[in-house]
T-cell receptor, first 114, second 114 residues
Framework: ETGVTQTPRHLVMGMTNKKSLKCEQHLGHNAMYWYKQSAKKPLELMFVYSLEERVENNSVPSRFSPECPNSSHLFLHLHTLQPEDSALYLC?????????????FGPGTRLTVL | GIQVEQSPPDLILQEGANSTLRCNFSDSVNNLQWFHQNPWGQLINLFYIPSGTKQNGRLSATTVATERYSLLYISSSQTTDSGVYFCAVERPFYQETSGSRLTFGEGTQLTVNP
């Protein structure tokens, strides 16, 4: 399934580094999402974009900065992260429709902060 | 917010056995999805099932929205069915806003032994 792709798949970074995660969807959807999955925890919604506008920010620290330049691409810019930010970061997309809004996920980026 | 409870948390089966996974939720929903997360972290869509019954091969799902639960049935299990099964729901409130907001349960860890 290559409807939603994410790069890189694995990332190791120091606390002072700046890096970016990239997500691309090939499904013609108009909404995109970032989720965080920490060990032994359910997925947590971080950001929601609909028609390239951010419509939700679930109290995420400012060291995570999302960007959605168009409806097919979503980025998550990372700077001065903490070791507790190590997690699997998942991107998803959906067609924002009143009657149908199934989300489809990318393979994730496994992030380790040293 | 809405509460999502999945049971059992862990399940170990012999190949060929059948199983039923349960998802209870605390409020009415307009979206319910079942996912399988493979060992590499990829979330695979199984069913989009806010109500009713669906079948796909050896898997089927039933959601009884009025009683706030959903069941996922796996028949003739195979070792490739191993992984974590997640239920995720969305409340109707968010129909008035853009995008979709899924709340995930903690998952059922399924292990199928040969």
């Amino acid at each position: 399934e290559t409807g939603v792709t994410q790069t890189p798949r694995h990332l190791v970074m120091g606390m002072t580094n700046k890096k970016s995660l990239k997500c691309e969807q090939h499904l013609g959807h108009n909404a995109m999402y970032w989720y965080k999955q920490s060990a032994k925890k359910p997925l947590e919604l971080m950001f929601v974009y609909s028609l390239e506008e951010r419509v939700e920010n679930n109290s995420v620290p400012s060291r995570f900065s999302p960007e959605c330049p168009n409806s097919s691409h979503l980025f998550l810019h990372l700077h001065t992260l903490q070791p507790e930010d190590s997690a699997l970061y998942l991107c998803a997309s959906s067609q924002d429709d009143d009657s149908y809004n199934e989300q489809f996920f990318g393979p994730g980026t496994r992030l380790t902060v040293l | 917010g809405i509460q999502v409870e999945q049971s059992p948390p862990d399940l170990i089966l012999q190949e060929g056995a059948n199983s039923t996974l349960r998802c209870n939720f605390s409020d009415s929903v307009n979206n319910l999805q079942w996912f399988h997360q493979n060992p590499w972290g990829q979330l695979i869509n199984l069913f989009y099932i806010p109500s009713g019954t669906k079948q796909n091969g050896r898997l089927s799902a039933t959601t009884v929205a009025t009683e706030r639960y959903s069941l996922l049935y796996i028949s003739s299990s195979q070792t490739t069915d191993s992984g974590v099964y997640f239920c995720a729901v969305e409340r109707p409130f968010y129909q008035e806003t853009s995008g979709s907001r899924l709340t995930f349960g903690e998952g059922t860890q399924l292990t199928v032994n040969p």
